[in-house]
C-alpha cells in the first residue's frame, strides 16, 4: 500500500508544469520583443532599454498581481497590439490601464526610426540626411554640370551618388560617423575638380 501512494505522488509530481510562466520570465521575454535588436540603435543602448523595461514590467507584474492566465498569453506576445490584447482580455481596467502606461514611457523603449528618404525621380541626385554628405552632393551636381565630362561618365557619377546615398541614410551611428568623414573628403575633392572645369 505504502508503494502504491509513492508511486501516485511521484506521478503528481511529474505532471506538474516546471515551465509556468512567473513575473520575471515574463517580464524578460516581452523586454525581449518590444525591444528588438534594430540597425540604428547601439547594442548597448537598446541592452539597456531592454532591461529597464523588463525590471518595470516585472513590478507592475507582482504588484497588480497578473492572473497565471494573463502571464501565460503574455508570453507568447511578440507585439505591443499583442500585449496589449492580452492585457485587455486577462487583466481588468485598472492594471491594463497601468501597463499601456508603462509601455508608453519613453525611456522604455526605442526611438523612432529615422525617416527614410523617397527614392530620386530619374535623373536626379537623391538627397541624404547628413549634412556633410549633401554638401559632397551638392559638389557633384555642380561637377556634372561640366561640359568637359561626357554625358556617360555624368550620368555613371549620378548613379554612383545615388547608389551610396540610399545607404548612407540606413547607417547605425557609428558608420554614419565614419560616412562623415569620408564625405567631407570627398566633397574637398569634387570641389576642385569642379573649379578646374570652370
Not at 540626411?129 to 561640366?146: F, G, N, V
Request: glycine share 4%.
Amino acid at each position: 500500500m505504502r508503494i502504491v501512494w509513492w508511486v501516485v505522488v511521484l506521478a503528481s509530481i511529474g505532471c506538474k508544469r516546471d515551465d509556468a510562466p512567473t513575473c520575471p520570465t515574463v517580464a524578460r521575454t516581452l523586454a525581449t520583443s518590444l525591444v528588438p535588436e534594430r540597425d540604428d540603435v547601439p547594442p548597448a543602448t537598446a541592452a539597456e532599454i531592454r532591461t529597464n523595461l523588463a525590471g518595470a514590467l516585472e513590478a507592475r507584474c507582482r504588484q497588480d498581481r497578473w492572473s497565471s492566465s494573463a502571464l501565460e498569453c503574455l508570453r507568447g506576445a511578440q507585439s505591443q497590439p499583442d500585449v496589449e490584447r492580452c492585457a485587455m482580455d486577462h487583466l481588468s481596467a485598472e492594471p491594463f490601464g497601468k501597463l499601456v502606461r508603462l509601455l508608453a514611457i519613453d525611456d522604455l523603449r526605442l526611438p523612432a526610426p529615422p525617416p527614410r528618404l523617397p527614392p530620386p525621380p530619374k535623373g536626379d541626385f537623391a538627397p541624404s540626411d547628413i549634412p556633410e554628405c549633401q554638401e559632397y552632393r551638392a559638389a557633384i551636381i555642380e561637377l556634372s554640370a561640366c561640359d568637359a565630362i561626357p554625358v556617360g561618365a555624368r550620368n555613371q557619377m549620378r548613379d554612383a551618388w545615388n547608389q551610396v546615398a540610399s545607404q548612407w541614410n540606413d547607417l547605425a551611428p557609428e558608420a554614419r560617423a565614419a560616412a562623415v568623414q569620408g564625405c567631407k573628403a570627398a566633397a574637398d575633392a569634387t570641389k576642385q575638380a569642379a573649379a578646374a572645369c570652370k
